[in-house]
Every structure is written in structure tokens, then in C-alpha cells.
């Protein structure tokens, strides 16, 4: 990323961005919280991806440099956590889950968040209590280094229903089906299969953000069908495709 923007305080506030919206890289020097209640957004750095629905949200550490576009009609919320307050101990931005009480209190945090106050402190108090609870999520869209990868990496962002075996997507790269295994296992720490799903889940999300029928979506991402999709999305995000707040 390049003309990074340098803000030094990350801002707590709740704000409005319509689909396909963007907020160019910068960096903060404090830590933030960021969940959309409503649309989908996604940030990225130079290390990959990471997608937020609206059962998760993303922690971003202090200095990291990062961008935002928003898929849907965005409602976001934003929290902003001095460096010296670090309740996750997180080095790079993180996606984690969110039950309905730190829903509600990220909501309430934002929505006052001019003034402060015994009360204040004590909402902020209880946010970090959830926000320690919180388990973290495989949401991450790492970006691939090695050329052979990225090579990969295009194809199957072009199509994600692209259902070729790593061997065919080898042949067509110039790498072995043994070669590119590695690869995902040595720079993503993932299987072919693992990387594919996370692709494919991501692209859902900004599908679904766009209200396309959950029937299409399974399609466009590679999916035999509905159900099988319905399936592997209920397991990752813990509700059916049909239940996902959009814009």
C-alpha cells in the first residue's frame, strides 16, 4: 500500500458507508475494534485479507497499516483502544466472534461515545471482559508471497467456482500438485482445501452483502449445491446464509 495516511488516535464513533465504499491504508497508533452490525466489510493489509459479518468483528492492532470497503449498506462501528490497554495481546489483526452481549455493548460504546464518566468506564470495563472471552476466528484470506501462489490465487479469485483439482490449477501455473502443497503449508499454514473454502466463504459474504439469493451465491462459489453450501456456513458463522444481516 502506498500514501499511507497516518491518524494517531483510532476513533471510537458509529458511522454510515454505502456498498462499495472505501477508506484508503492507514494506520492508527492505537488498537481497534472494528464490527459491522449491518453489511459486510472487509480489511486488508499486505498480509491478506479479513472479512467481518455480522457475528464477528476484527481486531486491529496499534501501527497496522490497513484498508476498508465496505459490500452492502454498511452500519460500522469503530472502537479505539489506547496501545497501553491491550486486552488480546495480538500482534495482527484478528477476526472474533461476537455473542450478543459484546454486540450490544460495541453498539452502546459507539453510540455514546462523546463524553466520559464513571458509567462510561464501566462499559468499557465489561467490552474488554467480553472481548478476552471472545474466540478467535479462521476468517483470514492470507496473501500468498510465492509467485507460483499468487498465480493460484488470481485464478481462483476470478472464478471461485473454479472446482479444478491443485494438480490441474498446477498444470496450468507450471507447478506440481507436491510443489504447491508445500508452498500453501510453508508461507499460509493452510491445505489446498482450507485455502479454497476461505476464498470461497469470503466472496459469499460479499454476495450475500449484495442480496444475492443463497441459491446463486452457492453457485458462483463452487458449491454442488445449496444445501452443501448452507452447511459449511452454518458450521463457520453459526447461522444459515438466510439469517445474515445485510444492508
Same mark, same amino acid.
Given at each position: 500500500?502506498?500514501?499511507?495516511?497516518?491518524?494517531?488516535?483510532?476513533?471510537?464513533?458509529?458511522?454510515?458507508?454505502?456498498?462499495?465504499?472505501?477508506?484508503?491504508?492507514?494506520?492508527?497508533?492505537?488498537?481497534?475494534?472494528?464490527?459491522?452490525?449491518?453489511?459486510?466489510?472487509?480489511?486488508?493489509?499486505?498480509?491478506?485479507?479479513?472479512?467481518?459479518?455480522?457475528?464477528?468483528?476484527?481486531?486491529?492492532?496499534?501501527?497496522?497499516?490497513?484498508?476498508?470497503?465496505?459490500?452492502?449498506?454498511?452500519?460500522?462501528?469503530?472502537?479505539?483502544?489506547?496501545?497501553?490497554?491491550?486486552?488480546?495481546?495480538?500482534?495482527?489483526?484478528?477476526? #472474533?466472534?461476537? =455473542?450478543?452481549? &459484546?454486540?450490544? $455493548?460495541?453498539?452502546?460504546?459507539? %453510540?455514546?461515545? /462523546?463524553?466520559? +464518566?464513571? @458509567?462510561?468506564?464501566?462499559?468499557?470495563?465489561?467490552?474488554?471482559?467480553?472481548?478476552?472471552?471472545?474466540?478467535?476466528?479462521?476468517?483470514?484470506?492470507?496473501?500468498?508471497?510465492?509467485?507460483? #501462489?499468487?498465480? =493460484?490465487?488470481? &485464478?481462483?479469485? $476470478?472464478?471461485?467456482?473454479?472446482? %479444478?483439482?491443485? /494438480?490441474?490449477? +498446477?498444470? @496450468?501455473?507450471?507447478?506440481?500438485?507436491?510443489?504447491?502443497?508445500?508452498?500453501?503449508?510453508?508461507?499460509?499454514?493452510?491445505?489446498?482445501?482450507?485455502?479454497?473454502?476461505?476464498?470461497?466463504?469470503?466472496?459469499?459474504?460479499?454476495? &450475500?452483502?449484495?442480496?444475492?439469493?443463497?441459491?446463486?451465491?452457492?453457485?458462483?462459489?463452487?458449491?454442488?449445491?445449496?444445501?452443501?453450501?448452507?452447511?459449511?456456513?452454518?458450521?463457520?458463522?453459526?447461522?444459515?446464509?438466510?439469517?445474515?444481516?445485510?444492508?
Amino acid at each position: 500500500m502506498t500514501e499511507v495516511r497516518h491518524e494517531p488516535v483510532a476513533p471510537t464513533r458509529r458511522q454510515w458507508l454505502a456498498s462499495g465504499a472505501e477508506i484508503d491504508a492507514h494506520r492508527h497508533d492505537e488498537h481497534q475494534i472494528i464490527y459491522a452490525a449491518r453489511g459486510v466489510l472487509t480489511v486488508t493489509t499486505d498480509a491478506g485479507s479479513w472479512v467481518t459479518p455480522g457475528t464477528r468483528a476484527i481486531w486491529v492492532p496499534a501501527g497496522t497499516v490497513h484498508a476498508h470497503r465496505a459490500y452492502g449498506e454498511l452500519e460500522l462501528h469503530l472502537v479505539g483502544l489506547p496501545a497501553s490497554s491491550d486486552p488480546l495481546d495480538l500482534g495482527t489483526p484478528t477476526v #472474533l466472534s461476537v =455473542v450478543p452481549l &459484546l454486540r450490544e $455493548l460495541i453498539i452502546e460504546y459507539t %453510540r455514546g461515545f /462523546a463524553g466520559s +464518566g464513571p @458509567e462510561r468506564d464501566r462499559l468499557r470495563a465489561v467490552l474488554l471482559d467480553q472481548l478476552r472471552a471472545s474466540p478467535q476466528q479462521p476468517l483470514h484470506v492470507p496473501a500468498p508471497s510465492d509467485p507460483l #501462489l499468487r498465480a =493460484v490465487h488470481a &485464478l481462483l479469485k $476470478l472464478n471461485p467456482a473454479d472446482n %479444478r483439482t491443485l /494438480a490441474e490449477l +498446477g498444470r @496450468e501455473v507450471g507447478a506440481s500438485d507436491r510443489t504447491l502443497s508445500r508452498l500453501l503449508r510453508r508461507d499460509l499454514g493452510m491445505s489446498f482445501p482450507q485455502w479454497r473454502t476461505q476464498l470461497r466463504l469470503h466472496q459469499a459474504l460479499i454476495l &450475500l452483502a449484495d442480496k444475492t439469493p443463497v441459491t446463486v451465491v452457492a453457485h458462483q462459489c463452487g458449491w454442488s449445491s445449496a444445501s452443501a453450501f448452507i452447511d459449511v456456513f452454518r458450521r463457520t458463522f453459526g447461522h444459515t446464509p438466510g439469517a445474515h444481516p445485510t444492508g
